[in-house]
């Protein structure tokens, strides 16, 4: 994998001095628009939230942007020199970010501001766990520590990386910095008062307890509503068989826990989910879908779906799975 990030980020620096010799002065410094390069669609959508009306009229690009798993993705040449040249790059900052050292080892523009969003969050990121039932991975080394990369699932978290890109913003920007400020500052209240709903929520449902058939990548959000959760697989994992182990615990945790529903994340197959309620005593248990904004792609974007619309539709999905 280094060594095709290696060749790759070398095709891309290269057509970039090729790009730059084919322009002449003028025309490169009439090319002033701010450019801003995101991975994943919670971070595009915050940086449109502070940008507002975009006086600069800044360029902005989300490179995950057909549904491609951050776990999967691979750069592009095209993505590499994007990054390479941006005034502005904000990314996750995981395991699955491993590529992005050596883009930004190489990068063009020396000036970049980079927000790693598990650098800003600091003592906040939360290690990988592995909970009872739960399927380890094979690949897993038990000496390693594995950060649950998954932050931008928690309002909390989502308030505190939206300052830190108006904080940018207003460095990169300086003449338009009030007005990023206080875009910030309108949307993280917005934030607060959706956290104020699933607070509420959490603490007048009767059940506590979350079940997935499916990887958990809420690790952020039920912790910061103090549920508990059972799951087939860690937020990360690459496995998509169950055991016959695991399955049964799990169908055993509903039937113990009385709970109304198995959860699944986006995504068309649901089979694990299935095979858990028809494991059950009741076999009548709803399955639904929380979505962890890992598939959200541009025509998404384009008929209206944003961070908090999302988060308001898994609110609604929680307090049928708590109920």
Not at 112 to 139: A, F, Q, T, W
Request: charged share 25%; net charge negative; glycine share 4%.
């Amino acid at each position: 994998m280094k060594r095709l990030i290696s060749s790759i980020i070398a095709v891309a620096m290269a057509a970039g001095c090729f790009t730059a010799c084919s322009v002449n002065n003028v025309a490169a410094k009439t090319h002033d628009n701010i450019k801003i390069v995101t991975t994943i669609f919670p971070e595009y959508d915050w940086v449109m939230n502070v940008l507002g009306n975009n006086p600069a009229n800044a360029d902005v690009t989300l490179l995950l942007d057909n549904g491609v798993d951050l776990h999967s993705f691979q750069p592009t040449a095209d993505d590499i020199l994007k990054v390479s040249t941006c005034d502005l790059f904000v990314y996750v900052g995981g395991e699955s970010d491993e590529w992005v050292d050596d883009v930004l080892k190489e990068a063009e523009n020396k000036d970049m501001i980079v927000i790693n969003l598990m650098d800003v969050l600091g003592d906040s990121v939360k290690e990988e766990e592995v909970v009872e039932g739960m399927e380890e991975e094979h690949e897993h080394h038990h000496d390693e520590i594995e950060y649950d990369e998954h932050v931008w699932l928690s309002l909390r978290n989502a308030s505190v990386l939206v300052g830190s890109i108006s904080d940018a913003m207003q460095k990169i920007d300086a003449g338009n910095a009030e007005l990023y400020k206080a875009n910030a500052a309108s949307y993280i209240e917005k934030l607060k008062a959706l956290d104020d709903e699933y607070k509420a929520a959490t603490e007048a449902a009767s059940c506590k307890s979350l079940l997935f058939g499916d990887r958990f990548p809420f690790r952020y959000m039920v912790d910061d509503y103090g549920l508990d959760y059972y799951a087939a697989f860690v937020g990360c994992s690459a496995e998509s068989e169950a055991s016959f182990e695991t399955i049964t615990f799990l169908s055993k945790k509903v039937d113990e826990l009385s709970l109304p529903a198995v959860l699944t994340i986006e995504g068309k197959n649901h089979r694990i989910a299935e095979t858990i309620v028809e494991n059950t005593k009741t076999k009548d248990q709803a399955i639904l879908t929380l979505d962890s904004m890992q598939s959200t792609t541009m025509n998404d974007i384009k008929n209206g779906t944003t961070y908090i619309s999302v988060m308001e539709s898994n609110l609604a999905v929680l307090k049928e799975a708590l109920k």
